[in-house]
């Protein structure tokens, strides 16, 4: 036995996501939906939000996008041949949008058995709203819209809680034009 005093393991240090804000651009086509899917997973990847506590962000966050993106192209591409996803990190927030050209904004569509598809902006405002997020659909300046979703981090393992007192958001609401957006959500 050596004299040298025992040190005691370092104590992991858990961080924080750095923040940030990143635009991913693509043309209205459904390879967009798994690139821009990717895209964001690994910028988050990127930011630290790695291990169990983050799972369950990551996931949510990656159905959203997976569905904004989706509709766009199903919805949007006729008027807007290019769509825009955004990623923010900040403030004890996740925020991802999806810009596009069209005019029109969507309905989240209420549940309907016989109806096939058009539950996407429903699926994504359930989701928001279950991780204690808030959703919207606003209009551009260029005449288009952009759907967003926000979601609170996860508290750290210490108790720390964030957010910033966002109340949750009623429903998508906005002007639907017959049959363009009806099936919303496909």
């Given amino acids: 036995m050596s004299g040298a005093p025992v040190e005691a393991p370092a104590r992991r240090v858990e961080t924080e996501p750095a923040a940030g804000l990143w ?10 939906v798994p690139q821009t899917r990717h ?6 990847l ?19 996008v997976s569905e904004l993106v989706s509709n766009a192209v199903t919805h949007a591409a006729v008027l ?7 990623l923010q ?12 050209g069209h005019p029109y904004r969507p309905r989240a569509l209420e549940s309907d058995l016989g109806q096939l598809g058009g539950r996407g902006l429903l699926l ?10 808030v959703c919207d659909v606003e209009r551009t300046g260029e005449g288009g819209k952009v759907i967003w979703a926000s979601l ?25 034009e017959p049959g363009a957006w009806a099936a919303f959500g496909e």
Avoid: C
Wanted: net charge negative; glycine share 12%; aromatic share 6%.
């Fill in 80 to 86: 807007s041949p290019r769509l825009t996803a955004e």
């Fill in 124 to 133: 994504v405002k359930s989701v928001t709203l279950q991780a204690g997020g």
């Fill in 89 to 100: 990190i900040g403030n004890g927030w996740v925020r991802i949008s999806v810009e596009d």
């Fill in 39 to 44: 895209a964001v997973r690994d910028r988050l």
């Fill in 23 to 32: 635009r991913f651009s693509a043309e209205a086509h459904e390879a967009a």
């Fill in 152 to 176: 609170p981090l996860p508290a750290s393992q210490e108790g720390r809680g964030f957010g910033l007192g966002h109340s949750l958001a009623e429903d998508f609401d906005g002007e639907e």
């Fill in 46 to 64: 990127d930011q630290g939000m790695t291990g169990q506590r983050y799972q369950e962000l990551i996931d949510d966050v990656l159905l959203i």
